[in-house]
């Protein structure tokens, strides 16, 4: 509890305690008249000791009611001035939240915006990457190629042409077939490769994905 809360409870149970003095501040100092109604309907004499005693009665309530308005009063103004306090504080902190998103807000546009442009550098350095990569290959003699893409499908494949096997029963990820396609269909390949059987149906395996099965007939120059 702040120093506030506790302020602005203590000044509403201190008015509170005032009205409460109000209320039996109002009937105590009816009592004089309560006695008199009294005498007057039963026709007997209020006793000059009955006088003062109900004089000090209606000045003990008198003064209970005076405390009373004064402290319900006070209490009122106390109460009002912490809430308009309260109140200012809270428009404040809220006006201060608000400024805070709104920097937020700002900050997370220019995030995103940058994020966007590192995004879009990304791709353009992808793609001149992939154009330059294409270009080398393209560059390098078919024969080396060749020799790359049937070591990355299998290694196993020539060794056994260096044996004297020409005949390879391969099964390969859609990307390596996808390269061997594009190098049997460049110029030269005919000097490497004497003929490629595709089978008629894909098929997938797990932890490779699609496959291509095919038969391929290579020829001894590819490892002279």
């Not at 003095?21 to 105590?28: A, Q």
Request: proline fraction near 3%; charge should be neutral.
């Amino acid at each position: 509890m702040t120093a506030e809360e506790s302020s602005l409870r203590f000044w509403t149970v201190f008015g509170e305690i005032g009205f409460v003095l109000v209320i039996v501040g109002v009937v105590g100092e009816s009592a004089e008249l309560l006695a008199k109604l009294a005498a007057w309907r039963f026709r007997k004499h209020i006793s000059e000791k009955g006088e003062r005693f109900l004089l000090v009665t209606e000045v003990c309530f008198w003064a209970m009611l005076v405390i009373g308005l004064a402290m319900e009063f006070s209490g009122g103004i106390k109460v009002r001035i912490i809430s308009a306090k309260e109140n200012d504080r809270l428009k404040f902190e809220t006006a201060s939240l608000m400024h805070s998103n709104l920097v937020l807000q700002t900050k997370l546009l220019e995030l995103e915006s940058a994020v966007r442009e590192l995004a879009h550098l990304y791709d353009q350095s992808t793609n001149a990457l992939a154009e330059a990569k294409a270009r080398l290959m393209a560059i390098r003699p078919l024969k080396p190629r060749l020799v790359e893409c049937l070591n990355e499908i299998d290694p196993a494949i020539l060794p056994a042409l260096r044996g004297g096997r020409t005949k390879f029963e391969l099964r390969m990820p859609m990307h390596n077939f996808i390269r061997l396609s594009g190098l049997c269909n460049e110029a030269g390949s005919s000097s490497y490769i004497s003929s490629v059987v595709l089978s008629p149906t894909l098929s997938a395996q797990a932890g490779l994905g699609q496959v291509q099965d095919l038969v391929i007939e290579l020829k001894q120059e590819l490892v002279k």
